[in-house]
């Protein structure tokens, strides 16, 4: 029982110790797209989102956290859930003629397949979204390419949006990303 409450005192020492030297900074997405074409035989919508490259409060910085979070939207579809799934981009576009299949190498956008982060609503569902994007925004900050993301659902629910996918686009128009960092010194 002593060992469990010095551990306890020590985690606490340690997370205020690093709240004290930690920041957080939001931001609203850069551009969202909607793209549309056929996936098995149906029409499907995916959205591009675009990141500003970097913040300038956060030059001597490492980010610690990045959370894509925006409002809840409404989900025609009453069958189920909806699965949200975020991928990092991998060429680059023009939010002024991206399409199904320009300046794709694959029709429908070119993307990591590795799902970067998930989240799920569903009909009636008034709670936000809320993407864990710490690995893309890491990245881009240690020099990687920056793209944006794109959002799809899971193969087995399509592999994009339905009906929704307008109300997702409205929704994303008032996304913010919330990075949480600390300053690292030189």
Known sequence: MRYRAAAV???LLVLSATAVFADTSSVALGSVSAIAGPIGGQTRTRVLI???????????????????????????????????????????????????????????????????????????????????????????????SNFGLILTRPSFEGDGF???????????RSAQVKVYYHNVQQ
């Open 9 to 11: 005192i020590v985690a």
């Open 50 to 144: 675009s990141f500003i490259p970097s913040l300038p409060e956060m030059q001597n910085a490492q980010v610690d956290f990045a959370l894509l979070f925006f409002p809840a939207f409404q989900v025609t579809d009453t069958s189920g859930p909806v699965t949200i799934e975020a991928h990092r981009v991998t060429t680059d576009w023009d939010p002024a003629g991206v399409t199904w299949t320009q300046p794709w190498q694959q029709a429908g956008g070119d993307f990591d397949p590795g799902c970067l982060a998930r989240g799920m609503t569903a009909a009636g569902d008034t709670h936000s979204i809320r993407l864990d994007v710490t690995s893309a925004v890491q990245a881009w900050q240690s020099g990687t």
């Open 162 to 172: 339905a009906s929704e996918a307008s109300n997702l686009t409205d929704a994303l």
